[in-house]
């Protein structure tokens, strides 16, 4: 019995922080509001999963005990965004070096 269990304790344990790294986000821009995902450790920022599904390519997931930000990239050659999760929620979109948008965002889930 002692060997079922151990392994089963194992699984557990590695599997938790993988569901707690999701992330879902509301954000809005000055035309409408839209629904992001972002599951630490995958390669895309999924921009509305569930109609458009537009994927943002990850550069850098950069995580400390202060901070969460990822950079990706947007389709086509467009802007590089940086996906505040913490301290606070924000999508930037940032074009040839500048700060050329910043989306309020607050977590869903």
């Known amino acids: ?3 079922l269990i ?3 304790f194992i699984l ?5 922080p993988a569901f707690a790294a999701d992330v879902g986000m509301i954000c809005k821009n000055p035309g409408r509001e839209y629904y992001l995902e972002y599951s630490e450790g995958t390669k895309y920022i999924v921009v509305m999963p569930d109609s458009e599904a537009t994927k943002f390519p990850v550069l850098i997931d950069e995580k400390t005990d202060a901070r969460h930000v990822v950079t990706a990239n947007t389709v086509a050659g467009g802007p590089i965004v940086r996906l505040h999760i913490r301290p606070y929620q924000k999508l930037e979109f940032w074009l040839d070096g500048e700060l050329d948008q910043t989306d309020g965002c607050y977590r869903s889930k």
């Open 1 to 3: 019995m002692r060997a």
């Open 6 to 8: 151990f392994p089963f």
């Open 12 to 16: 557990t344990v590695q599997a938790a």
